[in-house]
């Protein structure tokens, strides 16, 4: 069964790093979107970045600009999520998820749209 799966949370302290990964498996990545949300428990997903894989275009979230890059490696099949400067309020759980991507796709606000999630990964961010 085709599945994305992530890895690289943990605990940091605030202003530290974490990289998030995110690997397909079954199937090619080369003409998705890639984007990464965020989740805490009762509040509202957000997407947080956004990668269309077949020409580099990257997508960011207010919050994150400046302090997030999300890349990839086609030969590797797999999305990278560099978080910098990280802040308390980047705590929740980060799922990455793909989706077919065409010219003005919205990304960042079409979670239901998604074709396909992985089972997260918890990113906890101490003051």
């Known amino acids: 069964e085709a599945q994305l799966v992530e890895s690289g949370g943990g605990l940091v302290q605030a202003g530290g790093s974490l990289r998030l990964s995110c690997v397909a498996s079954?199937?090619?990545?080369?003409?998705?979107?890639i984007a990464w949300f965020r989740q805490e428990p009762g509040k509202e997903r957000e997407g947080v970045s956004c990668?269309?894989?077949?020409?580099?275009?990257?997508y960011y979230a207010d919050s994150v600009k400046g302090r997030f890059t999300i890349s990839s490696d086609n030969a590797k099949n797999t999305v990278y999520l560099q978080m910098n400067s990280l802040k308390p309020e980047d705590t929740a759980d980060y799922y990455c998820?793909?989706?077919?991507?065409?010219?003005?796709?919205?990304?960042?606000?079409?979670?239901?749209?998604?074709?396909?999630w992985g089972e997260g990964t918890r990113v906890a961010v101490s003051s």
């Open positions: 998820a793909a989706n077919l991507y065409y010219d003005g796709y919205d990304c960042l606000g079409d979670a239901s749209g998604m074709d396909y």
């Open positions: 079954l199937f090619r990545l080369d003409f998705y979107a």
């Open positions: 990668i269309s894989i077949s020409d580099g275009t990257t």
